[in-house]
């Protein structure tokens, strides 16, 4: 199955109304033409996707030229001038204030701090209070929009401040990393070339897609043909790989090109070829040596034109020294080396990804759904150690669970729910002084389902206390509700 590193092209938000503002952001391959003010390293903020519209196009904005960026309430998705290095970043979430957080520079960080908002914000999991430091990767709760901080990654950008994600091939590969867009340029620049390719990555991530990618875009008029070497049958991987002539073997009752011949003319996408038994990578290598194979039966090699992509999550070079895969096969196989990322590493593609599986999972509820803010939160919170394949999992329950047009923190599968921002499980949490007053509050909130007037009435105080002890314990009301 192809696990989506990608998204279906999305209807896109001007990023740009206002008067004198920036165009829309384009990535350059760091051509003469881009600014120094784009250099590697600069921080960026990907607003990466709202809780109420999951299927809203994320967005990408510059901080390189800025010292503040403001995030606000508006009509529309817009930059507003504050000065020459400041800016205000419009977004049209009714959950959020009109000016509700600001990112500040301090020297070679940069911070985060709340500006009185009504909703509050919450960085990496836990409601903000006073100044936070922001790491790259942290994530940042506005309103219902969920936002990621990155710093230090990635290349040279174009000279505008905002835009939409990266896209080449199609859209087939699509991204908000910067740092991946790197590699998606590389293989595309690669992928007209006979150069073979060899995918690095964990399982689940996508490798497939990206192989497809790369065969889209050479312009091989052929098939792309996908070998799981893992998966081929022990008796029979001769006769699946290079083919058979009739009567070959018992069973043999007609004869049969070969995987490796339906390549002819196209790519050949060697998947799991860690898996590859030594006897084949013998016969292999003679194929792509001599472009010619060899069916089981037959006396007369048969030509073939093929470019092949190889992938694995094993890690190859240790089994080339340990004497487990062939190297003059790794040599063949690995002219080009890519690694492409986990899921954890690329958080900031966490709603273009969810939007793409939604299309794909529920294509007629798709545009109708929305998450409860305390479900997107869990997405954003959870490392996914089983990558893309999990996160399409994770959807297909709750779509499953809930018939309703919001997903709801209750249909959020236990493993993916239970990860507090601390990484540490609930279970292992003792006990604080103050655990009676949390439990007396959460009941309060259960009973009155989220309403914080009717729980402070209740309790003889002010809604303000009752906001503050929800953040000290955690609670979000919405979630109750």
């Known amino acids: 199955m192809r696990y989506a590193l990608v998204a279906a092209r999305r209807d896109r938000i001007d990023s740009s109304p206002m008067e004198g503002g920036p165009s829309t952001l384009q990535f350059s391959d760091g051509g003469a033409g881009s600014s120094a003010a784009h250099r590697r390293g600069a921080a960026y903020v990907v607003l990466s996707a709202d809780s109420a519209q999951p299927l809203a196009s994320p967005q990408f904005v510059s901080l390189a030229a800025l010292d503040e960026l403001t995030v606000g309430r508006g009509a529309e998705l817009r930059f507003e001038s504050q000065g020459a290095r400041s800016m205000t970043l419009r977004v049209p979430d009714g959950w959020a204030s009109t000016q509700h957080a600001r990112f500040h520079r301090r020297g070679a960080m940069w911070s985060l701090e709340d500006c009185g908002s009504s909703n509050g914000t919450w960085l990496d999991g836990k409601p903000l209070e006073g100044d936070g430091f922001l790491q790259d990767g942290s994530c940042v709760e506005i309103g219902k929009s969920f936002l990621v901080f990155r710093a230090g990654v990635g290349s040279q950008l174009g000279d505008s401040a905002m835009g939409a994600p990266f896209e080449r091939s199609g859209g087939d590969l699509c991204t908000l990393s910067v740092a991946l867009h790197d590699t998606y340029a590389a293989l595309l620049r690669l992928a007209a070339s006979p150069v073979s390719v060899l995918l690095l990555g964990e399982s689940g991530i996508g490798k497939e897609v990206a192989a497809r990618a790369v065969h889209r875009a050479s312009g091989r008029v052929g098939p792309f043909v996908a070998i799981n070497c893992g998966a081929l049958s022990p008796t029979l991987i001769d006769a699946e790989l290079f083919g058979h002539k009739k009567g070959a073997f018992t069973g043999a009752s007609e004869a049969s090109p070969g995987l490796i011949a339906w390549a002819d003319g196209?790519?050949?996408?060697?998947?799991?070829?860690?898996?590859?038994?030594?006897?084949?990578?013998?016969?292999?290598?003679?194929?792509?040596?001599?472009?010619?194979?060899?069916?089981?039966?037959?006396?007369?090699?048969?030509?073939?034109?093929?470019?092949?992509?190889?992938?694995?999550?094993?890690?190859?070079?240790?089994?080339?020294?340990?004497?487990?895969?062939?190297?003059?096969?790794y040599a063949r196989v690995a002219a080009y080396t890519c690694s492409l990322p986990p899921l954890r590493e690329r958080r900031e593609d966490l709603g273009l990804l969810i939007g793409t599986l939604l299309r794909r999972l529920a294509p007629e509820r798709a545009p109708t759904l929305s998450f409860h803010r305390s479900a997107m939160r869990s997405f954003f919170q959870y490392p996914w150690p089983l990558n893309i394949r999990e996160l399409e999992q994770t959807l297909s329950v709750m779509l499953a669970l809930d018939a309703g047009p919001e997903l709801r923190p209750q249909s959020v599968p236990d493993r993916v729910r239970s990860v507090r921002p601390s990484g540490v499980p609930p279970s292992s949490i003792s006990s604080a002084p103050d655990e009676p007053l949390q439990r007396q509050l959460r009941d309060q909130l259960e009973r009155h389902r989220g309403n914080v007037s009717a729980v402070a009435r209740d309790m003889n105080k002010a809604r303000v206390q009752i906001r503050r002890w929800c953040k000290r314990f955690e609670l979000d009301p919405e979630s109750f509700r």
């Open 266 to 329: 196209g790519t050949l996408f060697l998947d799991e070829i860690a898996e590859l038994p030594p006897a084949a990578q013998v016969k292999l290598l003679r194929v792509l040596q001599e472009r010619e194979v060899l069916p089981v039966g037959g006396v007369r090699p048969v030509p073939v034109d093929l470019r092949v992509v190889a992938a694995t999550c094993e890690p190859l070079p240790g089994l080339v020294e340990a004497g487990d895969f062939r190297t003059d096969l």
